[in-house]
Nanobody, 126 residues
Framework: QVQLVESGGGLVHIGGSLKLSCAAS????????MGWFRQAPGKEREFVAAVSWIADTTYYSDYANSFEGRFTVDRDSAKNTLDLQMRDLKPEDTAVYFCAAARLRNTYRASDYEYWGQGTQVTVSA
């Protein structure tokens, strides 16, 4: 049974940093795209970043424009983990952050992702 489990969420002050982690189990994810999405109250789920398999041990990282430079995604394909380092956090970053996995390469569409974690809450306050 495939499971994605996120951890690392919490309350952080404006300008602070937080690192989210996702651990995948129950399958082989080497060639999967693994990504992070987030959903704020009353808003659509939005793409944050993803790491796609290219070939052999080569992976490609991609970010939504609004996160590049503040967020860094890091994948350990041997451990089936995906981290999201977030810096300079703003109140608008408050959301539930989800880890997801897709067979399709380099996709930012939530509908392409077959597997999802339960999400972890990130709250940014003054």
């Amino acid at each position: 049974q495939v499971q994605l489990v996120e951890s690392g969420g919490g309350l952080v002050h404006i300008g602070g940093s937080l690192k989210l982690s996702c651990a995948a189990s129950g399958g082989t994810f080497t060639t999967y795209t693994m990504g992070w999405f987030r959903q704020a109250p009353g808003k659509e789920r939005e793409f944050v970043a993803a790491v796609s398999w290219i070939a052999d041990t080569t992976y490609y990282s991609d970010y939504a424009n609004s996160f590049e430079g503040r967020f860094t995604v890091d994948r350990d394909s041997a451990k089936n983990t995906l981290d999201l380092q977030m810096r300079d956090l703003k109140p608008e970053d408050t959301a539930v952050y989800f880890c997801a996995a897709a067979r399709l390469r380099n996709t930012y569409r939530a509908s392409d992702y077959e597997y999802w974690g339960q999400g972890t809450q990130v709250t940014v306050s003054a």
